[in-house]
């Protein structure tokens, strides 16, 4: 079954076809180390690792990078602040974006999420991008203007394919900042002259350090080659960071940059985009320390698909609380079960067909969302259904032994197993009863309203707890109630 992929470029679905058979080549964008990474840098990062898991599950072989920029007018201008106007600048980047970085890859492996195989820092590269900038200058796609060199826009008469901008709209919304020698508002920096005190590295007449975009090209192509499978990012970089990269590569090389490009939506928090300034910013730090459980933010990102937006509100996190308490419910009352089965063995049982017809609907359902662009609601989705109709067999009065105990670790196993493809542990973590306690808050307002004979409140409330996986159970003896 084919895997298809939403490609920005094109603006449609399309037949995953890599460049090299049974082979991905992809490149995403990663931190800009300058400060504590927030949770909206951990939906990118778990997107993409996600996909490449995925990917390896299919049995194709990856080569995932994903860079680092280490020099930045943001990383400067916190050297600058914590170094004061007497400091050595030089030193104070550097130690800037060693410690972020260090606490991003320690922020990243807390949330158990996917390493790339490669993580280039862009000062490690330096001679890379020189090499590219000699080499745009000498075909007459890149100036040299005030000791700085820009990229001459207007040679390129693609430019604009991924945002699907003609010129004449961007150029109404561009502007030459002050300091700047451009020939054209919408020409870009390659190269900066440096000011006082910052990095700077010298080729032939030019001596600073490297724009923005020229950053991606360089790092891509020596670590993947001038062409290759796919491009990552959030779609706040479609423009102009990845406009600006299609057109500096392909000038370069003279051949197509990326086949495919692929851009997930933005994080915003109860509908704003975070901001420290406005007291919504939640770092990853802050998450784990509140919530505890990484699977949570997971299945919160997993609800949504990769190129939806999506707010962070407590609610979600209540419905990703109760998805992982779902699960957890399941496979203890599952083993449980298999354990007390004096006759189960380690020995390989044949199932019966309509057992077997339910493994292999479970990994059919999960492979088609997933073969869909990355469906992970649907994959979920799945992975609930085989849930409910293990629940099911443990509801029915009978026996869970031999055959059946067999097909239910299959089962759980079928389950953990896709669900480890999502990037989820399933790991017990003893978090505080926020969950239990919504439950019986929610109760409590059902039993009141029933008091009131306010039924369609009573049954809105039903309706609630049954969004959160919550299943009422009305009896004489009162209310119970549990995780379907």
Not at 93 to 101: D, M, T
Not at 156 to 177: A, D, N, P, T
Not at 242 to 253: F, G, L, P, W
Not at 271 to 282: C, D, R
């Amino acid at each position: 079954m084919s895997i298809y992929i939403y490609n920005s470029l094109t603006r449609k679905k399309e037949e995953f076809k890599p460049i090299k058979e049974n082979s991905v080549k992809m490149y995403v964008c990663g931190p800009t180390v300058y400060d504590e990474s927030h949770i909206g840098h951990a939906r990118g990062a778990f997107i993409f690792g996600m996909i490449s898991d995925y990917f390896r599950y299919k049995r194709l072989k990856v080569k995932y990078v994903r860079n680092v920029t280490d020099i930045d007018d943001k990383i400067i201008d916190k050297a600058r602040q914590s170094a004061g106007p007497d400091g050595d600048l030089k030193k104070g980047i550097k130690e800037v974006a060693q410690k972020y970085l260090k606490k991003y890859n320690e922020d990243m492996k807390a949330l158990g999420l996917r390493e790339p195989d490669v993580e280039p820092k862009a000062t490690e590269h330096i001679k890379d991008m020189m090499r590219m900038i000699n080499g745009l200058l000498s075909k007459g796609y890149a100036y040299a203007s005030g000791g700085d060199v820009y990229f001459r826009v207007s040679k390129f008469k693609h430019y604009g394919i991924l945002s699907h901008q003609s010129l004449e709209m961007m150029k109404s919304g561009s502007r030459v900042s002050p300091g700047e020698n451009k020939e054209d508002p919408l020409d870009f920096a390659l190269w900066k002259k440096s000011k006082g005190g910052e990095p700077s590295w010298k080729s032939g007449s030019i001596e600073g350090r490297p724009g923005w975009h020229i950053e991606c090209s360089a790092m891509s192509m020596k670590h993947l080659g001038e062409n290759f499978d796919i491009h990552g990012g959030g779609i706040d970089l479609i423009f102009p960071h990845h406009e600006n990269e299609i057109a500096q590569s392909e000038c370069y090389s003279a051949k197509k940059f990326a086949n495919y490009w692929m851009h997930n939506g933005l994080l915003t928090i109860n509908g704003q985009k975070m901001a420290k300034s406005l007291g919504n910013y939640l770092s990853v730090s802050e998450f784990l320390e509140r919530y505890r459980d990484p699977d949570i933010l997971k299945l919160f990102f997993l609800f949504s698909h990769y190129r939806h937006p999506v707010d962070f509100t407590e609610e979600g996190i209540i419905a990703a609380k109760a998805a992982k308490e779902r699960f957890i419910i399941f496979f203890d009352k599952a083993e449980s079960l298999i354990a007390a089965d004096a006759n189960h063995t380690s020995k390989p049982v044949r199932l019966a067909a309509d057992q077997r017809k339910i493994l292999e609907e479970v990994k059919e359902e999960f492979e088609k969302a997933m073969n869909d662009d990355f469906n992970t609601s649907l994959a979920l989705a799945a992975l609930f259904k085989a849930l409910t109709k293990g629940n099911y067999l443990m509801a029915s009065g009978e026996s869970v032994t031999g055959e059946k105990s067999a097909f239910m670790r299959e089962l759980v196993d079928k389950i953990k197993g896709l669900g480890g493809v999502l990037g989820l542990s399933f790991e017990k973590i003893a978090v505080p009863g926020e969950f239990k306690n919504m439950v019986e808050d929610h109760l409590k307002a059902r039993e009141q309203a029933r008091k009131n004979k306010d039924y369609r409140f009573a049954d809105e409330i039903r309706d609630t707890l049954k969004s959160y996986g919550v299943v009422i159970e009305d009896s004489k003896d009162g209310t119970k109630w549990r995780i379907e």
